[in-house]
């Protein structure tokens, strides 16, 4: 079975560009998550798709970041414009859905590192 | 809301001794308990969970965590740490939001394992 795959794996980016990040979850899974990394802290989550419809983003600052899930399947997460307090690894996870999730535990992907200068 | 408390930030092991990794939990409710661990440049990787019954529960690579319910308390716990252990520990805490499907995992902010020869 494939992992969740990211991309990119890092990014430079200046502060108020912008930049997105892109996830495919593992085939079939309806529940995508992304959750932000800062170094030295625990993942936070920003959003939680069921299906291609949204689940929570309480978390998620709307003024600059945004998120969506065509189809169903692959998820892209983007920033516009970037600070430099966005500096983090973005991680996106998948599961079966969201019961299995809290269950089993989620599939997480390696991650985008990202750097704003 | 729920959170986890992780009170160290780094902890150093000689290599063949045990290793126990503190986990403190807030919320209301039963809990759903996770340790991940994360290897540097790496994705989370599953190592235990706890739902319900028995305490102790074993995971993956000889780890076992306990739930105390009294001390709100899941410690991490490994009779002999291998070299390929060192790396980062986070504890977390799942909740299913009832009716909305939500069930975003909050993390501790890790515990820096460090094996000594």
């Known amino acids: 079975e494939a992992g969740v795959a990211q991309s990119p794996r890092y990014k430079i980016i200046e502060k108020r560009q912008s930049v997105a990040f892109w996830c495919n979850p593992i085939?079939?899974?309806?529940?995508l998550y992304w959750y932000q990394q800062i170094l030295g802290q625990g993942p936070k989550l920003l959003i939680q798709?069921?299906?291609?419809?949204?689940?929570?983003d309480s978390q998620l600052p709307k003024d600059r970041f945004s998120a969506e899930r065509l189809k169903g399947v692959d998820s892209t997460l983007k920033i516009q414009p970037a600070k430099l307090e966005d500096s983090a690894v973005y991680l996106c996870?998948?599961?079966?859905?969201?019961?299995?999730?809290?269950?089993?535990?989620?599939?997480f992907g390696s991650g985008t590192r990202l750097t704003v200068v | 809301a729920q959170s986890v408390t992780q009170p160290d930030i780094h902890i150093t092991v000689s290599e063949g001794a045990s290793l126990e990794l503190r986990c403190n939990y807030s919320?209301?409710?039963?809990?759903?308990l996770f340790w991940y661990v994360q290897s540097p440049g790496q994705g989370l990787q599953l190592l235990l969970k706890?739902?319900?019954?028995?305490?102790l529960v074993q995971g993956i690579k000889g780890f076992e965590a306990e739930f105390k319910r009294s001390q709100s308390s899941f410690n991490l716990r490994k009779p002999s740490v291998h070299w390929s252990d060192a790396a980062e520990y986070f504890c977390?805490?799942?909740?299913?939001?009832?009716?909305?499907?939500?069930?975003?995992?909050?993390f501790g902010k890790g515990t820096h394992l460090i094996i000594q020869p």
């Open positions: 996870a998948s599961s079966p859905r969201g019961l299995t999730a809290t269950y089993y535990g989620y599939t």
């Open positions: 798709f069921q299906n291609n419809g949204v689940v929570d």
């Open positions: 977390a805490v799942g909740v299913l939001e009832s009716g909305g499907g939500a069930d975003g995992l909050t």
């Open positions: 919320y209301g409710a039963t809990p759903y």
């Open positions: 085939s079939g899974h309806a529940t």
């Open positions: 706890y739902f319900s019954g028995d305490t």
